[in-house]
């Protein structure tokens, strides 16, 4: 057994460097940390990539960081194929791909704004640099995307500032409306649950989230649902992309 991992990332998305120390290996070879700033897999996003750099200067590639434990408390960080793994002991650096991060942490913003817009049952969602997705329990198939975007646009200048609290995991099953995935519990294990709101105390929206956020929703960018698509006789899959602003 090995100790939770302190993730970094939960209290501070932007950090893109820190300390660490390597404590073991887990069951599939990943490297296990006594404290971490990249994100696992999980919720819809995928594990955060970077490089381990050892006080000697040596660097391991890490290709994915992924839950060691099925209780979600320990983080592996798993290295690119042939690269050299520290020892047990061995105090290293931490440098997260911050770019691909970014983008990510913008991503999984718009799509809790997505939710807002079409507050609709969600039953799956995928986390990507570019594009993302929601799939919503829709009964009618027939959506306004140029109203849709519209609103969107608006949530997004408004500038909505992004924060996080804690409840209980009593206080959570005392609220279910606060869940919106069907497909994806809640991050529960530590007897608390962390809340992503959206806005001030009239917030926009307030959800359970495990994810890397951005600190407003302004900066997010520009973004547009770029397709509907019908999955099943309710189930909409709505993609959405970012809109790269072109030079005047």
Known sequence: MFPPTEAVFRDDAYARTCTATVIGRGEKGGILLDRTI??????????DLGVMI????????????????????????????DMPIPEVGTAVTLR???????????????????????PFAVTGGSVGEAEGRLDFDIP????DRDALNARLAELVAADHPVSFEWITDAELDAKPDLVKTMSVAPPRGSGRVRLVRIGGEAS???????????????EIG????AKVEKKGKIN????????????S
């Open 140 to 143: 009618e198939a027939d959506l």
């Open 204 to 218: 926009v929206d307030l959800q359970p989230c495990g994810g890397t956020h951005v600190a407003s929703t302004g």
């Open 38 to 47: 990249f994100y696992p897999t999980g919720g819809g996003q995928p594990g």
């Open 54 to 81: 050892a006080a000697d200067g040596t660097e391991t590639g890490i290709a994915t960081t992924v839950w060691e434990d099925e209780a979600k408390t320990v983080i592996a960080h798993v290295a690119i194929e």
């Open 222 to 225: 520009r973004f547009e649902i």
């Open 236 to 247: 909409r899959r709505v993609r959405v992309r970012f809109v790269e602003e072109t030079a």
């Open 96 to 118: 997260l791909d911050w770019d691909r991060r970014h983008k990510l942490m913008r991503m999984h913003t718009a799509l809790h704004l997505l939710s807002v817009v079409l």
